[in-house]
């Protein structure tokens, strides 16, 4: 793993687009895995994943703590685009296409422990799910349970999502705290 690990972290396969600064973190025995977008420019300048407004609200939905996070043995993240995209006109670009289909399989045949993966934004869970994702992420979200027990789909914790937010009050009232027991009953 720790090979694969320093070949991501060296890749520049966008370098022609893209400043390349690969995020990504994991272990042989991560339990929960993370799969998001890409980093954002506060990650890209930290190397921290989740490092940002974001991976606040993210660690508050799981009910976890900085320590419990940012344990590999317990969350491994993997990025859809291990890079900062760039910024587009309403936000970040899209994650690179290039970084899941070449280092996710490698990565995921080295998991030993996997019990969830977190398939957080349209990104991950089309790429995931196939042509078992619905056809919003709304409805993706929203149904939730179809994917269990290895998948649980979220939309992105952005402070930008507020807006998705307020208008699906069942998210936070009922997704999140089933959410929270499902990794409560793997970090025990």
């Known amino acids: 793993m720790k090979q694969l690990l320093d070949e991501i972290s060296s890749?520049?396969?966008?370098?022609?687009?893209?400043?390349?600064?690969p995020v990504v973190k994991a272990t042989e025995s991560s339990k929960i895995i993370i799969v998001g977008q890409a980093p954002g420019t506060k990650v890209h300048a930290s190397g921290i994943p989740w490092d940002d407004a974001s991976g606040k609200q993210l660690r508050k939905w799981l009910s976890v703590s900085d320590e419990e996070f940012y344990n590999p043995e317990l969350f491994g993240i993997i990025p859809m685009g291990f890079c900062y995209p760039g910024k587009g006109k309403s936000g970040d670009l899209p994650p690179r296409k290039e970084c899941a289909p070449k280092w996710h399989q490698p990565l995921f045949d080295k998991l030993e422990q996997v019990e969830?993966?977190?398939?957080?934004g349209q990104y991950a869970q089309k790429y995931y799910l196939k042509e078992k994702a619905?056809?919003?992420?709304?409805?993706t979200v929203n149904h939730y349970e179809e994917y269990l027990p290895m998948f649980f789909t979220l939309p992105h914790p952005s402070p930008r999502n507020r807006f998705w937010l307020s208008k699906?009050?069942?998210?936070e009232e009922h997704v999140i705290p089933k959410l929270q027991q499902r990794i409560k009953?793997?970090?025990k």
Do not use: A, E, M, Y
Not at 168 to 171: A, D, G, H, T, V
């Open 11 to 21: 890749c520049v396969i966008c370098k022609d687009f893209i400043q390349p600064r």
């Open 168 to 171: 699906n009050p069942w998210f």
């Open 185 to 187: 009953s793997i970090l």
């Open 134 to 139: 619905k056809r919003t992420l709304t409805d």
């Open 116 to 120: 969830l993966v977190l398939l957080i």
